[in-house]
């Protein structure tokens, strides 16, 4: 298949070309439920449009508490909600054009000094990318110095940082053709191999390292991250192998993934898009997004994210709108682009 030239935009026309190679019935041969195109075009075109008016109107959504997305006062750390970036990265992968004012406002409320995370570096950096500005020279409306976002994150130590600090840090250096400081504390590469030394003996990955502790959502980032990082040591390789392995079997039967708790399992949006991301790395994977892959699995995942989106757009069970639209719009653009053998990470 051809590269396309221009990103998969949400005309109706374009969600109905973009899911041409997925099931265009909504019933496998096995009886399981995919997601047919006209089944994801409405619910794509749902959520992306709640996602707009969130982004015009500055809320995390319209709905119960809500606040501004970009604020200094609301998140004084990072001056964004948790998770902005998913959520501008998912409106990009889906064909939106940023407004000067709206890349003015995601500069302007970003909070960086010395004391800033590698994780608020790291989603800093894939925010100021995807509304079309350069971390690597990063000027606020009225300064006149820069800011080397790419240069503060390279900085940092990650060797005792979680592997979702490793994995986010790994995708925002992948997403443009950044230059690694001379005296940087860490490679790709090598944050890349400290990702594959915490993968655990069942081929995921946990926020502790602990084997039973192992989830979807940590393990489906660290293998989006080795993905992007393009190691090209064996071990990273295999590493990704295992753990889209681990992701395949940690599958409900509902198609959904999530996390369990005392007993008792939570499937939700969130956990099941991270895993359609991860599964949308690789060619040989991006079939399970709308396919089957384990014995009494009833409903692909696609299907089963889709099934959280309301009528209205907004997503069922989300801890914030910010993220639940957010990841299910990314999930959506991800997909998208690997039927069309490209990466939503690769922000242009």
């Known amino acids: 298949m051809m590269k396309m030239k221009k990103l998969i935009t949400l005309s109706m026309t374009g969600l109905l070309l973009a899911g041409a190679a997925a099931p265009l019935t909504t019933v496998h041969a096995a009886g399981v439920k995919t997601a047919s195109s006209a ?131 790994l995708i925002a250096l992948s997403t443009g053709a950044y230059k690694r400081p001379a005296n940087a504390k860490f490679s790709k590469a090598g944050l890349s191999q400290l990702i594959v030394k915490n993968q655990l003996s069942n081929n995921g990955w946990a926020y502790n390292n602990q084997a039973s502790s192992a989830d979807s959502d940590t393990t489906a980032m660290a293998v989006t991250a080795l993905a992007r990082g393009k190691s090209v040591a064996s071990s990273a390789k295999s590493a990704i192998v295992k753990g889209q392995s681990y992701l395949k079997d940690a599958v409900y039967s509902n198609g959904a993934f999530g996390y369990a708790f005392k007993g008792k399992t939570y499937p939700n949006a969130n956990s099941t898009a991270e895993a359609i991301i991860a599964f949308s790395t690789k060619q040989n994977t991006v079939k399970f997004v709308n396919g089957y892959f384990k014995s009494g699995q009833t409903t692909s995942p696609m299907r089963a994210m889709l099934g959280y989106v309301r009528s209205t757009g907004s997503i069922k069970g989300a801890t914030t709108q910010t993220l639940g639209v957010g990841q299910v719009n990314l999930a959506n653009a991800a997909y998208r682009q690997a039927l069309a053998h490209r990466s939503v990470y690769s922000i242009k």
Request: aromatic share 10%.
């Open 39 to 169: 089944y994801q075009s409405s619910k794509a075109k749902a959520v992306y449009s709640y996602a707009k008016k969130m982004l015009v109107k500055n809320r995390t959504g319209f709905s119960g508490k809500t606040s501004y997305i970009f604020s200094k006062k609301a998140y004084p750390t990072s001056g964004a909600a948790y998770g902005y970036s998913d959520f501008l990265l998912g409106l990009k992968g889906l064909g939106y054009k940023f407004t000067k004012t709206q890349r003015n406002r995601v500069a302007n409320t970003l909070i960086l000094n010395k004391k800033s995370t590698p994780a608020e570096l790291a989603s800093a950096i894939v925010a100021i990318k995807t509304v079309g500005l350069n971390p690597q020279k990063l000027r606020k409306s009225g300064s006149k110095t820069t800011l080397n976002l790419v240069s503060a994150l390279y900085h940092r130590s990650m060797t005792k940082q979680t592997v979702n600090v490793q994995s986010q840090a």
